[in-house]
C-alpha cells in the first residue's frame, strides 16, 4: 500500500516539502503547483535547470507521483491551461500614512519653516510634505478657476487652502515667507490641475464629444464650462502654442526628481558637511557647485548644454584678474553666462540674489537719468500743451466777445437810428397839431 510504501522509504527534504504543499493543497481545496512555480522554494543550484545534470534534479518516486487524468496528455499535464490564480487584493490607500505616523512619533504636526527669499522649505522632509499634502487638497477639493486672479479676488479660497493644509501641517500663517510660499504653492498646485484636467478630458476629443458636464465633484457645472470656453478659444490656444515652444527652447532642465531647488542643495550641504567636517553648515554654497548639482542626472550626468555653461563659467573664472580688481564671485559668473539665456531662472529659482557690478551700478543710474529726463521733459511737454490749449480758449473767446461787441454796436446804431427817426415823426406830429390848433 501507499502508506506502507512512505513509511519505508524516507522522503528527503526536496520530496517533503513537496508532499507537504500537496497535503495542504487538496486540505485548501487548490490546485497543486509544479515545484518550480513562482511562488514556492527553489533550490540554491546555481545552474541553469534545463541545462543541469539530469541526475543533479531531485525527482520523484513512482509511487509518489499523482496519476494522470483522462483528460490529460501523455506526461500527466492538463492541456487546458494552467490554473487560473485568486483575483489579488486590492492595495489599501497609502496617502497620508507616513505623514501621520511622523505626526504620532513626534506628538505635533510637521512645523513648516520657509526662509526669507525663498519659495520652499530647506528641509527636504517638510518641502516633500509640503507639495504632496499641498497637491492632495488642490486635486480633492479646490475648483479650478480659468484665471489666478479670479483666487486673488476672492479670498475665501486661499483661506481654505491654508486651512485645510493646517489641519495635517503647523502653517505659520503670520509669517510672511511662509504665506508666499502657500500662495505659490497653491498657484503651483491649481496650474498642474488645470494641465492634467485638459490633457485628459480635452487635448484629442472631438469637439462635439467634449463633455458639458463637470467630471469631478469639486467643481460645478458652470465652472467647467467656463474652462472648456477658455480652452476652445483661439487666443488662448495660440498662447498655449507660444508658451509650448517656449518651453521647448529651455537649455538646462534641473535634473533633480521631485524635489526643488532648495531642498536639494539643502541635502548637498548636509552631505558635504558630513563628509568634510572642517566645512560649516551656514557657509555659503558655491553657485557653480549649486548648478552641477542640480543638473546632473545620477542615470545620464551633466547633459550637452549643461556641460557647456559649466566649462564656460569655469573659464570665467580661470580668467585672470586686472591688478587692485577683486575676482568676480561665482554669483556674478553663474548670472553672466546664464544671462544668454533669458528663459533661465536658475539664481532666482534657489533664491540668490545677484550683485550688481560698478558697470551695472553706473549704467543702472545713466538709465536712471534718462529716464527722469525723459519725465521730465513728458511733464514740461504735457505743461505746455495744456498752456498751449488755454491760450487758444482765451483767443477763441476773445474773437467771440469781439464779435458780440461789433454786434452790439451795430444794434446800437440801429437803435440810435430808429429813435431818431421817430424824434423826427414825433416832431412833425407836434407841429402838425400846433398849426391845426392856432388856425381854429
Given at each position: 500500500?501507499r502508506?506502507?510504501?512512505?513509511?519505508?522509504?524516507?522522503p528527503s527534504?526536496?520530496?517533503?516539502?513537496?508532499?507537504?504543499?500537496?497535503?495542504?493543497?487538496e486540505?485548501?481545496?487548490?490546485?497543486?503547483?509544479?515545484?518550480?512555480?513562482?511562488?514556492?522554494?527553489?533550490?540554491?543550484?546555481?545552474?541553469?535547470?534545463?541545462l543541469?545534470?539530469?541526475d543533479?534534479?531531485?525527482?520523484?518516486?513512482?509511487?509518489?507521483?499523482?496519476?494522470?487524468?483522462?483528460?490529460?496528455?501523455?506526461?500527466g499535464?492538463?492541456?487546458?491551461?494552467?490554473?487560473?490564480?485568486?483575483?489579488?487584493r486590492?492595495?489599501?490607500?497609502?496617502?497620508?500614512?507616513?505623514?501621520?505616523?511622523?505626526?504620532?512619533?513626534?506628538?505635533?504636526?510637521?512645523?513648516?519653516?520657509?526662509?526669507?527669499?525663498?519659495?520652499?522649505?530647506?528641509?527636504?522632509?517638510?518641502a516633500?510634505?509640503?507639495?504632496?499634502?499641498?497637491g492632495?487638497?488642490?486635486?480633492?477639493?479646490?475648483?479650478?478657476?480659468?484665471?489666478?486672479?479670479?483666487?486673488?479676488?476672492?479670498?475665501?479660497?486661499?483661506?481654505?487652502?491654508?486651512?485645510d493644509?493646517?489641519?495635517?501641517?503647523?502653517?505659520?500663517?503670520?509669517?510672511?515667507a511662509?504665506?508666499?510660499?502657500?500662495?505659490?504653492m497653491?498657484?503651483?498646485?491649481?496650474?498642474?490641475?488645470?494641465?492634467?484636467?485638459?490633457?485628459?478630458y480635452?487635448n484629442?476629443?472631438?469637439?462635439?464629444?467634449?463633455?458639458?458636464?463637470s467630471?469631478?465633484?469639486?467643481?460645478?457645472?458652470?465652472?467647467?464650462?467656463?474652462?472648456?470656453?477658455?480652452?476652445?478659444?483661439?487666443k488662448?490656444?495660440?498662447t498655449?502654442?507660444?508658451?509650448?515652444?517656449?518651453?521647448?527652447?529651455?537649455?538646462?532642465?534641473q535634473?533633480?526628481?521631485?524635489?526643488c531647488?532648495?531642498?536639494?542643495?539643502?541635502?548637498?550641504?548636509?552631505?558635504?558637511n558630513?563628509?568634510?567636517?572642517?566645512l560649516d553648515?551656514?557657509?555659503?554654497?558655491?553657485?557653480?557647485?549649486?548648478?552641477e548639482?542640480?543638473?546632473?542626472?545620477?542615470?545620464?550626468?551633466?547633459?550637452?548644454?549643461a556641460?557647456?555653461?559649466?566649462?564656460?563659467?569655469?573659464?570665467?573664472?580661470?580668467?585672470?584678474?586686472?591688478?587692485?580688481?577683486?575676482?568676480?564671485s561665482?554669483?556674478?559668473?553663474v548670472?553672466k553666462?546664464?544671462?544668454?539665456?533669458?528663459?533661465?531662472?536658475?539664481?532666482?529659482?534657489?533664491?540668490?540674489?545677484?550683485?550688481?557690478?560698478?558697470?551695472?551700478?553706473s549704467?543702472?543710474?545713466?538709465?536712471?537719468?534718462?529716464?527722469?529726463?525723459?519725465?521730465?521733459?513728458?511733464?514740461?511737454?504735457v505743461?505746455?500743451?495744456?498752456l498751449?490749449?488755454?491760450?487758444?480758449?482765451?483767443?477763441?473767446?476773445?474773437v467771440?466777445?469781439?464779435?458780440?461787441?461789433?454786434?452790439?454796436?451795430?444794434?446800437?446804431?440801429?437803435?440810435?437810428?430808429?429813435?431818431?427817426?421817430?424824434?423826427?415823426?414825433?416832431?412833425?406830429?407836434?407841429?402838425?397839431?400846433?398849426?391845426?390848433?392856432?388856425?381854429?
Amino acid at each position: 500500500m501507499r502508506a506502507s510504501d512512505e513509511s519505508q522509504v524516507p522522503p528527503s527534504g526536496a520530496e517533503t516539502r513537496s508532499t507537504k504543499r500537496a497535503q495542504t493543497a487538496e486540505r485548501n481545496g487548490d490546485p497543486v503547483h509544479d515545484p518550480t512555480d513562482a511562488r514556492d522554494d527553489i533550490s540554491d543550484n546555481s545552474t541553469t535547470p534545463g541545462l543541469a545534470d539530469q541526475d543533479s534534479i531531485p525527482r520523484l518516486a513512482d509511487h509518489e507521483r499523482e496519476p494522470a487524468d483522462e483528460d490529460s496528455g501523455a506526461d500527466g499535464l492538463d492541456t487546458e491551461g494552467p490554473a487560473q490564480r485568486a483575483p489579488r487584493r486590492p492595495r489599501e490607500a497609502t496617502k497620508g500614512k507616513q505623514l501621520d505616523k511622523m505626526t504620532k512619533a513626534m506628538g505635533r504636526r510637521l512645523p513648516i519653516t520657509v526662509e526669507k527669499g525663498k519659495k520652499r522649505p530647506h528641509e527636504p522632509v517638510q518641502a516633500a510634505k509640503f507639495a504632496s499634502e499641498a497637491g492632495l487638497v488642490i486635486r480633492e477639493t479646490m475648483p479650478v478657476l480659468t484665471h489666478w486672479k479670479d483666487y486673488t479676488k476672492d479670498k475665501k479660497y486661499y483661506e481654505k487652502f491654508v486651512a485645510d493644509l493646517s489641519g495635517r501641517l503647523a502653517i505659520n500663517t503670520k509669517d510672511k515667507a511662509t504665506e508666499e510660499a502657500c500662495t505659490d504653492m497653491m498657484r503651483s498646485a491649481i496650474k498642474n490641475q488645470r494641465y492634467r484636467l485638459k490633457k485628459k478630458y480635452f487635448n484629442g476629443v472631438p469637439a462635439n464629444e467634449i463633455r458639458t458636464t463637470s467630471p469631478v465633484d469639486y467643481m460645478s457645472n458652470a465652472q467647467w464650462r467656463d474652462l472648456i470656453a477658455k480652452w476652445s478659444d483661439p487666443k488662448n490656444m495660440q498662447t498655449c502654442a507660444t508658451n509650448k515652444r517656449n518651453h521647448s527652447e529651455v537649455k538646462y532642465h534641473q535634473t533633480t526628481g521631485s524635489r526643488c531647488y532648495v531642498a536639494t542643495l539643502h541635502a548637498y550641504k548636509q552631505k558635504r558637511n558630513r563628509e568634510e567636517h572642517s566645512l560649516d553648515l551656514t557657509e555659503e554654497l558655491d553657485v557653480m557647485e549649486a548648478f552641477e548639482t542640480c543638473h546632473t542626472s545620477s542615470k545620464k550626468g551633466l547633459s550637452e548644454p549643461a556641460r557647456e555653461a559649466l566649462l564656460n563659467m569655469q573659464a570665467l573664472r580661470a580668467e585672470p584678474v586686472v591688478e587692485g580688481e577683486t575676482p568676480p564671485s561665482s554669483v556674478q559668473v553663474v548670472s553672466k553666462v546664464l544671462s544668454q539665456n533669458s528663459s533661465h531662472h536658475f539664481l532666482k529659482s534657489v533664491g540668490i540674489k545677484t550683485p550688481t557690478s560698478s558697470k551695472s551700478s553706473s549704467s543702472k543710474e545713466s538709465g536712471l537719468r534718462e529716464e527722469l529726463a525723459a519725465e521730465s521733459a513728458a511733464v514740461v511737454q504735457v505743461e505746455l500743451d495744456e498752456l498751449k490749449k488755454k491760450n487758444k480758449e482765451a483767443e477763441e473767446k476773445q474773437v467771440k466777445t469781439q464779435m458780440e461787441l461789433e454786434e452790439y454796436k451795430k444794434q446800437t446804431e440801429k437803435n440810435t437810428k430808429e429813435l431818431e427817426e421817430n424824434n423826427a415823426l414825433l416832431k412833425k406830429l407836434l407841429t402838425f397839431h400846433a398849426n391845426a390848433a392856432s388856425s381854429t
